[in-house]
């Protein structure tokens, strides 16, 4: 009987099992970085869409859209608690957290396009806000699949109960958010652009921003004071992330000066006689430019200008 090659009787030469991979605790907290800024990114386009109607029209879409913005309120509230549960602090204001609208948001669904700043239409709701506001699988973004992980120890990080608490929260939509995501579905799919009213929107312009206007201006002068208003906003609203009922009555007071704000961008005239009846809007930016992007657009029209 012929003996079996050596090679054979080596344990090293047995099959491996196949090696996990293990997210670290540093890699966790950047997919929470970026859910938190996706949840957030929703809100400016929301908000521009519900700014873009005019005073006493489109009731039944100001509704919606009002309570799509809470809803990512408390989603944004939701994922900042899940965030410091494991052990970051979220930042509402540091560089880069405000998307440079048009924008495509981390971790949205392949099929979603990029969101900008807009005004409404049932296009605009249907082909562009749903999709990321309801997948049409019903999946929750991340979240099932960083629960998945931590269940598995597939997660080299343990979070606090109040993190387990709010992944539940987010990857299991409220049956309010459930209700609210069918109103809107509903509204989208009746409400055709051939029938829709558009006189009851302000004919905003998209995508808006503070460098199309001259430095002295005072069209950037508003959209400035616009886009630090909502600057502000964040800035009082970090202190309390992680407190749905608390983040939303802290909103409650810049949202209505954004509002006043937006109404004078959405109408020059009625804020400035000067400018004359027929003054059309200027848009919204939520976005302050860079500081550098300031100094980029003052060379060029020093350029222009031959002065160097």
């Known amino acids: 009987m012929s003996e079996s090659p050596a090679y054979l009787d080596k344990p090293h030469c047995a099959p491996a099992p196949p090696s996990r991979q293990i997210l670290g605790a540093d890699g966790f907290r950047a997919t929470l970085r970026q859910a938190l800024r ?41 994922a900042a608690c899940l965030l410091r549960s494991a052990g970051e602090s979220p930042c509402l204001t540091d560089r880069g957290f405000l998307p440079d609208y048009p924008e495509s948001l981390p971790l949205s669904a392949a099929h979603a396009p990029p969101l900008g700043i807009e005004r409404f239409a049932p296009r605009l709701l249907r082909e562009t806000l749903l999709p990321h506001l309801s997948p049409p699988d019903g999946a929750p973004g991340p979240y099932r699949s960083l629960r998945r992980r931590l269940e598995s120890g597939d997660a080299a990080i343990v979070l606090a109960a109040s993190g387990n608490q709010a992944l539940a929260a987010l990857e299991r939509p409220s049956g309010r958010d459930a209700l609210l995501a069918d ?18 929107v302000w004919a905003m312009p998209a995508n808006a921003s503070i460098l199309h206007h001259s430095a002295s201006s005072a069209e ?11 600057a502000r906003m964040l800035s009082a609203l970090e202190p309390v992330l992680g407190d749905s009922r608390l983040l939303l009555e802290q909103a409650e007071g810049p949202l209505f000066d954004l509002r006043l704000l937006a109404a004078g961008l959405m109408n020059p005239a009625a804020f400035s006689p000067v400018s004359g009846s027929n003054s059309p809007p200027l848009g919204l930016c939520f976005v302050r430019p860079k500081p550098e992007a300031f100094r980029a657009t003052q060379k060029a029209r020093m350029r222009t200008c031959g002065l160097f």
């Open 38 to 78: 996706r949840e957030h990114g929703l809100i400016p386009p929301l908000l521009a869409a519900r700014f873009s109607l005019k005073p006493g029209a489109h009731r039944p879409a100001a509704a919606l859209l009002e309570a799509a913005v809470a809803a990512q309120f408390r989603r944004m509230s939701l």
């Open 183 to 200: 109103e809107l579905s509903d509204f989208a799919s009746h409400q055709q652009d051939r029938d829709f009213d558009h006189d009851g």
């Open 220 to 230: 950037r002068k508003l959209l400035t004071r616009f886009a630090a208003c909502y």
